[in-house]
């Protein structure tokens, strides 16, 4: 296996860090999965994470074939990335235990609904905190077969949005198995309790 190439510099810095920027964007912390062994890594002015980024965040696609294609250490990236003028948006990708979260959401600019998207993001934040902790109680309820089975969910105001459940690595998510319609987050949430 090749290292990896980072395609960001990184520095580190610590969860303190993390939390003062996003209380100074007026936004809350989503579900922030222990990283016991890992450094937090500061990436850029308000984008942080626990990987090294071979993967610009704005390449929703390469995190999800990563995260169904290989078997890769959990990892958290969170944080603000883009460019030109509209093309910013708050990036929210998770891979632990069974799941692989990338919620990548328009950030306010000069030409949008600064409060509506903060709000927006406040409350995929808390949806983010409702699903690992399904993913909790579904786990202790013994209905995760295996740590092959894996539910993905993409929110992209950029890509699409979908959410469905792969077994063991494969390349791409089979169309029949892949849900984009209705209320992404909350129907994947969903279906842990049908497991």
């Not at 969170?78 to 003028?85: E, K, N, R």
């Not at 990548?104 to 000069?110: D, E, F, G, N, R």
């Not at 905190?129 to 109680?137: E, Q, S």
Request: aromatic share 12%.
């Amino acid at each position: 296996m090749e290292p990896i190439k980072p395609v960001m510099t990184a520095q580190a810095c610590s969860l303190a860090d993390l939390q003062a920027c996003f209380e100074e964007e007026g936004l809350s912390l989503p579900f922030i999965p222990e990283h016991k062994d890992k450094k937090l890594l500061k990436y850029g002015p308000c984008l942080y994470g626990s990987r090294d980024l071979d993967i610009r965040p704005f390449e929703v696609h390469g995190f999800i074939e990563e995260a169904i294609s290989t078997s890769r250490e959990p990892y958290f990236l969170l944080g603000v990335d883009g460019y030109g003028v509209e093309n910013w948006a708050l990036h929210y990708y998770v891979l632990h235990d069974n799941v692989a979260v990338p919620l990548q959401l328009k950030y306010p600019s000069a030409f949008s609904d600064e409060v509506f998207l903060r709000e927006r993001i406040n409350g995929m934040f808390h949806g983010s905190k409702l699903l690992f902790l399904a993913l909790d109680d579904a786990k202790k309820q013994g209905k995760l077969g295996s740590p092959e089975q894996k539910l993905v969910i993409l929110e992209s105001d950029f890509y699409g949005k979908g959410w469905g459940w792969v077994n063991g690595q494969v390349e791409a998510i089979p169309e029949q198995d892949w849900h984009s319609e209705g209320p992404i987050l909350f129907d994947a949430i969903g279906s842990l309790d049908k497991l």
